[in-house]
Nanobody, 124 residues
Framework: QVQLVESGGGSVQAGSSLRLSCTVS????????VTWFHQAPGEEREGLAC???????YYQDHIRDRCTISRDNNRNTVYLELDSLTSEDTGVYYC??????????????????WGQGTRVTVTS
């Protein structure tokens, strides 16, 4: 059974940076794609960054300049760092995983395994 647990959210000041963690169990990161999504209040869930089984990384264009995704295979954990936070970064951050190798997607409907989300509030 694949499970994901996000952590690292909270209230942060505008202009600061944040690192979120997604700890995965039930599948190894070398055999899965993990993608971070952001859901702003009242908005659809939107993909931000994806790291696939072979370690290749993909970013959505609107976030690539201030976003870094990485993983620690020993800890089976994927990280998301966001810089220069603004109020638009407020919302819930989810990680999602799929056990397909050589594959990744920013479409939330393509993922079957999700964490519970971690809430981020950016204050000015």
């Amino acid at each position: 059974q694949v499970q994901l647990v996000e952590s690292g959210g909270g209230s942060v000041q505008a202009g600061s940076s944040l690192r979120l963690s997604c700890t995965v169990s039930g599948v190894t990161l070398e055999s899965a794609a993990v993608t971070w999504f952001h859901q702003a209040p009242g908005e659809e869930r939107e993909g931000l960054a994806c790291i696939i089984s072979n370690g290749d990384i993909y970013y959505q264009d609107h976030i690539r300049d201030r976003c870094t995704i990485s993983r620690d295979n020993n800890r089976n954990t994927v990280y998301l760092e966001l810089d220069s936070l603004t109020s638009e970064d407020t919302g819930v951050y989810y990680c999602a995983a799929d056990g397909r190798t050589g594959w990744g997607s920013f479409h939330p409907t393509e993922y079957h395994h999700w964490g519970q989300g971690t809430r981020v509030t950016v204050t000015s």
